[in-house]
């Protein structure tokens, strides 16, 4: 190695693993230098989750080699592997909520006097990391729970990095944040970069990839099928590269053929959260909702099924005024949800493809509380239209990836005949390729006659796919753009309360 050339932080080589018979990596390689950002992407089920698992010590490889800051290990295990200075940053935070910032920074490695915990000096030691790092001020005796999402996120880093930390994973570590939130985390990325720190960042947000990562490694299939930089590198081809096709047209045409109003809302008001909201979304219409975090979007969609009570105002679902006082009723009224937790909401990740489609509609294959024919085959005429790559009916949607547990959760309400559909972030954290699915789906959905109403932080998903775009600022309506009027521009404009140019007034 020449002396002008990067340390190597991470290599991995020719790793293999399968899972009975599923073969989860193929020969696959990993190389990440010191200093630098290096992005990990591929669609769901591309690898790229079990070659991290490989690396934490979570997954044995039956073969390959794995080398950390140039020394050779096997039989890793988490704690060796973290010993040896890699930390993972997961989606999911994994903090105590009870605990504070000090406590949760040195969990399990608390300063000591004699056999008693050195409290004042913990909570002096993350505040000093806190500050050198992030520049940030936090109350010492601030617990978790009360810090906001990107605060804990930045525990998460502040706690690897009092532990010596060389190598940093995160994983789609921007899923839960709003753009100042994410700009704030890409300047203490690029910042630790430029402290020699090597970062893996793996992300489905392929314009966070382009503007924070210096390489990236694409992987398909249970390989690695290129390393390139993404500022030489357009993004259509590292996603052609992704899905093995020319990536098209991202949001796929759709003839829009507007009938009734279906869905109308008047007035609607819930103290805290949103005032006076009247909307409606009419047969084959698809129509955007954004707003920032707070703005009492999130809270309207919810209300629209049942999981929180307005305090006034009205809801009519084909001319006719329906009660929404419970999940239950809203179904019973043809209005779907998709949750944004899916794993969490979505789904029953406990039970089968099978059991989650009918878990709806029971009715239409039970009768005084047995099942009778016509579930099965109903079941994989949809996993046959949807595209669901899964073993069978019978396989758990727990081990589905992403994109097809949304399109399992899609079929579920597609089962009930609704006549609604409230999503709230529908593609989140799916890859590029089912978006394009889902898209297409909700097409269809929608030149079916059904009326669609799409919750999404993603403005270029709200502003290339839908008709027309709702914005709720502050817990009012403030804007509806569409036509020449309906950009991503306009859209975060109106989210921070400006206007670069005129909508059209609601």
Avoid at 33 to 40: P, V
């Amino acid at each position: 190695m020449r002396n002008d050339e990067p340390r190597i932080a991470i290599s991995m080589k020719g790793i293999s693993k399968r899972f009975g018979a599923v073969q989860a990596l193929a020969d696959a390689n990993l190389e990440v230098a010191c200093g630098t950002i290096h992005g990990l992407v591929g669609q769901n089920g591309a690898g790229k989750s079990t070659i991290i698992k490989v690396l934490a010590g979570i997954n044995v490889p039956d073969s390959g080699e794995i080398h950390i800051m140039g020394e050779r290990v096997e039989q890793l295990t988490p704690a060796r592997v973290e010993a040896l200075g890699v930390h993972f940053i997961h989606q999911d935070r994994l903090l105590v909520p009870t605990a504070t910032v000090g406590e949760a920074v040195f969990l399990r490695h608390e300063p000591r006097i004699g056999p008693f915990v050195d409290k004042r000096r913990m909570e002096r030691s993350a505040a000093e990391l806190l500050k050198k790092y992030f520049d940030l001020v936090l109350p010492r005796n601030l617990l978790i729970q009360d810090l906001t999402t990107a605060q804990q996120k930045i525990v998460q880093i502040t706690r690897a990095l009092a532990h010596q930390a060389k190598v940093l994973v995160l994983d789609e570590p921007t899923a839960a944040l709003v753009k100042k939130e994410v700009d704030s985390l890409f300047t203490v990325l690029r910042r630790l970069r430029d402290d020699g720190i090597a970062v893996i960042f793996i992300s489905h947000y392929m314009q966070e990839i382009e503007s924070l990562c210096d390489a990236v490694t694409v992987m398909r299939n249970g390989t690695d099928v290129a390393v390139v930089s993404p500022k030489t590198t357009p993004m259509d081809d590292i996603i052609a590269m992704m899905i093995a096709r020319d990536v098209g047209e991202m949001f796929p045409a759709r003839k829009v053929h507007l009938g009734a109003k279906r869905l109308e809302v008047d007035g609607l008001s819930r103290e805290g959260s949103f005032h006076n909201v009247s909307l409606s979304v009419r047969r084959g219409e698809v129509v955007g909702l954004t707003g920032l975090l707070g703005s009492g979007a999130k809270e309207l969609v919810q209300c629209l099924f049942g999981l929180r009570h307005a305090d006034s105002g009205t809801v009519s679902v084909d001319g006719q005024r329906v009660s929404l006082g419970s999940p239950m009723e809203a179904v019973k009224n043809g209005i779907a949800m998709l949750p944004e937790d899916r794993r969490a909401h979505g789904v029953a990740l406990g039970l089968s493809v099978r059991e989650n489609i009918s878990l709806a509609s029971l009715g239409r294959y039970s009768r005084i509380g047995f099942m009778r024919g016509g579930e099965h085959s109903a079941v994989s005429e949809f996993i046959r239209e949807l595209s669901i790559k899964t073993p069978g009916g019978d396989a758990l949607v727990r081990n589905l990836s992403g994109g097809n547990q949304q399109k399992v959760a899609i079929a579920k309400w597609l089962s009930c005949q609704s006549k609604v559909y409230v999503l709230d972030e529908p593609t989140v954290a799916v890859d590029v390729a089912a978006k394009v699915e889902i898209y297409t789906l909700l097409n269809r959905l929608a030149g079916e006659g059904a009326a669609i109403l799409m919750l999404s932080s993603d403005l270029l998903e709200l502003s290339d796919f839908c008709d027309r775009v709702l914005v709720v600022y502050r817990g009012e309506l403030v804007g509806e753009f569409k036509g020449e009027h309906l950009n991503s521009d306009q859209l975060l404009a109106a989210s921070s309360g400006a206007s670069l140019a005129e909508g059209v007034n609601v």
